[in-house]
């Protein structure tokens, strides 16, 4: 796989296949799109290659000022582009002077000129250009003049794809793991680097890692508690595990945190970096009336996580 981050030295693709979009999440509706596209360039014998962009365009364009939540950080997805077949993703620096482009610069320039396409997969309802001029039409009749050809994305597609990314974001922050995890098409997963606690846990039998998410930007699920499978760094092993995510009403917190109870560990790794894919949601976060009733069903927790 490569990853082409300076769009001023790209290499020549060879009748080159190209989509253009943001992939956040790259569920099951994006994967749709990287299937035709890579169908449409094994039909041209060309090479498919993805656009995306950094930061997420709405971080740049949007009117209001409510951060945006990104479902995978770029090197998550460039990882997950690459799974679905991706090898060539081309990353394109969003930013004021790219949004505010004309639509006929937009194809002129950035399309033809760096990527001279054999063909471009784009859909229906695609908008580019200052003030979103630009349009699949547009595209079309600029065809003849510049070469390429278009093609359109169904709209069942596309509308699969735009539902998607919201509804993961949303399901995820209502904690609804099941369904998060359908439309992705894998558990979703966040990664931290383990901080020093409070070390409460390990005085009632359930020591955990305290997180310190790596990307600020990166959605946190709803407060609860959820079992989860951890991949620690340097650890050729997978560890079942169960996760808590809230302030920790029962010791009087007040500040959220992430903590995971990893089973059948019992190793120092302050420092280590922690992958963790969410499985499903076992409870809210509750206040108990102790530390023996939060024990006790702790205990459960772990029956119900696999532990």
């Known amino acids: 796989m490569q990853v082409y981050t300076n769009i001023s030295e790209l290499p020549v693709f060879k009748r080159a296949v190209i989509t253009i979009g943001t992939f956040d999440g790259v569920h099951l509706g994006h994967r749709q799109i990287i299937r035709q596209l890579i169908e449409e360039a094994v039909a041209v014998d060309g090479t498919p290659v993805l656009i995306t962009f950094f930061p997420h365009p709405k971080q740049v364009v949007a009117s209001h000022k409510k ?173 079942n595990g169960m996760m808590n995510i809230g302030t920790r009403p029962t010791v009087d917190g007040s500040k959220r945190a992430i903590e995971v109870n990893i089973f059948d560990f019992d190793e120092t790794i302050y420092g280590s970096s922690l992958q963790v894919k969410i499985k499903k949601r076992l409870r809210d976060e509750v206040k108990f009336s102790g530390l023996d009733a939060l024990k006790e069903q702790l205990a459960k927790d772990k029956v119900a996580a696999g532990g």
């Open 67 to 239: 951060p945006i939540f990104i479902l995978n950080s770029p090197n998550e997805k460039y990882s997950l582009l690459h799974e679905a077949g991706i090898k060539h993703i081309v990353v394109v620096t969003f930013n004021k002077s790219f949004a505010e482009q004309t639509a006929g610069d937009y194809i002129e320039h950035f399309l033809v000129n760096k990527f001279h396409p054999h063909t471009i997969i784009i859909g229906y309802d695609h908008r580019f250009g200052n003030n979103r001029e630009g349009d699949y039409q547009l595209l079309e009749k600029e065809a003849p003049r510049f070469g390429y050809k278009v093609k359109e994305i169904p709209e069942h597609i596309l509308r699969d794809s735009a539902i998607s990314s919201t509804r993961v974001r949303e399901a995820l922050l209502a904690g609804d793991i099941i369904t998060a995890n359908d439309l992705l098409g894998y558990p979703y997963f966040f990664s931290g680097t383990v901080v020093e606690g409070n070390k409460l846990g390990r005085t009632i039998g359930y020591p955990t890692a305290n997180l310190q998410i790596i990307d600020e930007q990166k959605l946190i699920p709803a407060n609860g508690v959820y079992a989860v499978e951890v991949a620690i760094e340097n650890d050729d092993q997978n560890y």
